[in-house]
């Protein structure tokens, strides 16, 4: 059973930096693609940065390519989005999510296996 689980966000001002943390266990995610996906209130669910665990290319929301940044580490079986440069339309629940696929999809509905979110929240 894959579980995730999110750790890390809380409160940045605008300019500032967050990380958020995946622990991925389960079972091997070798076939696996890992994504951050963000809710704010009111707003749909939206994909926000993705990469295959085997590693390979990194996919960004436009709005945060330069500014965040995914990693893995599989020593640790988790996965990482590191924010810099938050503006406060960053505030959100951040969540992890992965899905056993060839491909690296960026919609959240592609998404097989969720962490249960955690909030940042950046002040201006």
């Known amino acids: 059973q894959v579980q995730l689980a999110e750790s890390g966000g809380g409160l940045a001002q605008a300019g500032g930096s967050l990380s958020v943390s995946c622990a991925a266990s389960g079972r091997t995610f070798t076939n696996f693609a890992m994504g951050w996906f963000r809710q704010a209130p009111g707003k749909e669910r939206e994909f926000v940065a993705a990469?295959?665990?085997?590693?390979?290319?990194?996919y960004y929301k436009d709005s945060v390519q330069g500014r965040f940044a995914i990693s893995r580490d599989h020593a640790n079986n988790r996965v990482y989005l590191h924010m810099n440069s938050l503006k406060p339309e960053d505030t959100a629940v951040y969540y992890c999510?992965?899905?056993?696929?060839?491909?690296?999809?960026?919609?959240?509905?592609?998404?097989?296996?969720w962490g249960q979110g955690t909030q940042v929240t950046v002040s201006s």
């Open positions: 999510a992965a899905v056993m696929s060839l491909k690296t999809p960026l919609y959240w509905d592609a998404y097989d296996y």
């Open positions: 990469v295959r665990w085997s590693g390979g290319v990194k």
